[in-house]
Each structure stands twice: as C-alpha cells, then as structure tokens.
C-alpha cells in the first residue's frame, strides 16, 4: 500500500502522515515514511526526539543518476534498490516505522 498526502500549507499534513503510518506500523509490523519537505517535521510527529530531528540523516542526492534508457533517452534512476535506500538512509522510528528524510533546507534562504 501507498499513501501520498498533500495539500496546501497548515493543513495537518505531518500530523495525518505521522499517524497513518504509526498505525500502519502497529498493524502490519513495518511500515516507511517519506518526509519530502524541504523543512522536515516527520520526525518529531512520528515521536522521535527534537533535540535529535535535524541531526537525522538525508538521503543524499547520489542515490540517483542520468542513464539511457534502451532507447537511448536519458532518465533520473535509482542507483540502488529502494530497499537498500530504506536501509542505508532509513532511521528507526516508533511502531515500527522507519523514516527516510529526502532533503532539508541548511539555512535561512537556500530553499
């Protein structure tokens, strides 16, 4: 199963998120998150420490490069499984959640 939630800004987006997928883990045994914004909040909703959220790991932008494709046209791929990507960048969360943070903005400015 997937779940994409979206939306305009305030919405609750993060809160939904958060506690779909805890109870999503707590039903099923496992379950993974994707914090796509470039402020993640994922992971204090989904019960991590907030002394620990913004030195949580990113998923680096190497996981995917340009290849030609049997066409010969060019095209965005993974480098690795995204089991593997889960795995590697992936941070243990409450519930049996893991949490993959896609990216975050350094400073004022840089987003």
């Known amino acids: 199963m997937r779940i994409a939630i979206g939306g305009k800004g305030g919405v609750g987006k993060t809160t939904i998120a958060a506690t779909l997928t805890r ?7 496992s379950a ?12 204090v909703a989904l019960g991590l420490p907030q002394s620990d959220a913004m030195s949580l790991p990113t998923v680096p932008r190497n996981v995917m490069e340009r290849r030609k ?4 046209e060019e095209k965005l791929m993974l ?11 992936g941070v243990e969360a409450p519930d049996g959640v893991r949490l993959l943070i ?10």
């Open 79 to 89: 480098v690795s499984s995204p089991e593997e990507i889960a795995d590697r960048y």
């Open 102 to 111: 896609l990216g975050r903005v350094g400073h004022a400015g840089t987003g």
């Open 69 to 72: 494709d049997i066409d010969g």
């Open 32 to 43: 993974l998150a994707v914090d796509g914004d470039s402020n993640p909040n994922l992971a």
């Open 23 to 29: 109870l999503l883990g707590r039903r099923e045994g």
